[in-house]
């Protein structure tokens, strides 16, 4: 998970400014910006630096989106061995780019290339116990236990007592947003970025998934990179999760509902009934969630203002140069009407990575056709 926080923003840039130092001056690279030149490649790749929390491993490169990480960690050790993982990730890259990515990571190209750069055994190797370095504060996750034990609630095939585990299930979650926005914002609050959902191209029924998870106090950004489309979901710790968990559902679940749709009504042929479907699906579950505010008190409306003010600003952290882009699309009209009464019968109660299946409702209520 890619970690943001003003704090780590210049962190990032520091790691930028080395990488620029070590390419030009022991890699022999021409540097520009934030990208550096190859003149026997005769191309121009991307600096791009992710700082995360997630994994072991104290640093990665990652070829499909020419982007090096650095474990958050990392921001407590010495500047030499800082540089010694640096310029490690930089020669997975260097190695990945002259070979096409036909060697294995650590392999004998690999140390010939350290080798001659003058890198030797404590660059290669480029490791030590994360156990020994200081570890960012984790109480994160004893909120996302909690958050996973209160929305594991029963999966009902009854609509009523579904409907009102979708209620509660809402309440448990909101309450826990409130919570945290009550609680003095420090100098240096985190914001988590995860990319989910990778495919050729964006499509209603990502359209549809990235519209319910905003409904968890998230904000999707699209990302398209070397021919694939993302979705890249951005928020809390807690929150990220979630909704990480509710995407993986929906993506068999709305498909599903398709099909049951299709089996009770025979007209609904073709892609644009399918589109508008799907995409009525999401305005119906999104029209549900807002109904439930109407109960709301005058400071949970003013909480939740400050919440949607804080994911804007986070956006704005993660993407300074962020551009909106609108796009139409043609729409059966009576597909979307369908759609959008099955979102109001939409039920996701979510236990977050689950190993049973249980954990979730959703389901085309035949009776109400």
């Not at 104290?58 to 010495?78: A, K, N, R």
């Not at 305005?283 to 807002?290: F, L, T």
């Not at 005058?298 to 909480?303: E, R």
């Not at 990575?353 to 954990?359: D, I, L």
């Amino acid at each position: 998970m890619i970690v943001y926080s003003k704090r780590i923003i210049k962190f990032v840039n520091g790691i930028k400014i080395r990488i620029k130092e070590i390419l030009t001056r022991e890699v022999k690279l021409k540097v520009f910006g934030d990208r550096f030149y190859d003149t026997l490649e005769r191309a121009s790749y991307p600096i791009s630096v992710n700082v995360y929390n997630n994994k072991s491993m104290l640093g990665y490169f990652d070829p499909g989106f020419y982007e090096l990480g650095f474990h958050e960690t990392l921001m407590h050790v010495s500047q030499e061995q800082l540089d010694n993982i640096v310029r490690h990730e930089l020669a997975h890259y260097m190695v990945y780019i002259q070979n096409r990515g036909a060697t294995q990571p650590h392999s004998s190209e690999f140390r010939e290339f350290c080798r001659s750069k003058g890198w030797g055994e404590e660059v290669y190797r480029a490791t030590f116990s994360l156990e020994n370095v200081k570890h960012p504060d984790s109480g994160d996750e004893s909120i996302l236990r909690k958050i996973q034990k209160l929305m594991a609630l029963t999966s009902s095939r009854n609509s009523h007592e579904a409907e009102l585990a979708m209620v509660k299930s809402r309440q448990l979650l909101l309450k826990h947003n409130l919570e945290a926005n009550a609680i003095p914002e420090p100098d240096d609050e985190k914001v988590y970025l995860i990319r989910i959902m990778k495919q050729k191209r964006e499509d209603a029924k990502m359209r549809s998934i990235a519209k319910i998870l905003e409904t968890f106090f998230v904000s999707i950004v699209y990302s398209r990179y070397e021919g694939f489309t993302y979705l890249e979901v951005l928020g809390s710790n807690v929150n990220v999760e979630i909704a990480e968990y509710v995407a993986g559902i929906l993506q068999s679940e709305l498909e599903n509902l398709w099909n049951q749709a299709q089996g009770l009504h025979g007209m609904l042929k073709g892609k644009i009934a399918k589109n508008s479907f799907l995409l009525g699906i999401a305005k119906g579950y999104c029209n549900k969630i807002n109904a439930l505010k109407k109960d709301y008190s005058g400071d949970m409306i003013n909480a939740l203002m400050i919440i949607e003010k804080k994911l804007v600003d986070a956006q704005s952290m993660a993407y300074p140069r962020l551009r909106t882009l609108k796009t139409t699309r043609s729409l059966c009209y009576e597909s979307s009407a369908l759609g959008e009464q099955a979102g109001r019968q939409l039920n996701i109660n979510p236990a977050i990575k689950s190993s049973k299946a249980s954990g979730c409702f959703l389901e085309y209520a035949k009776a109400n056709n």
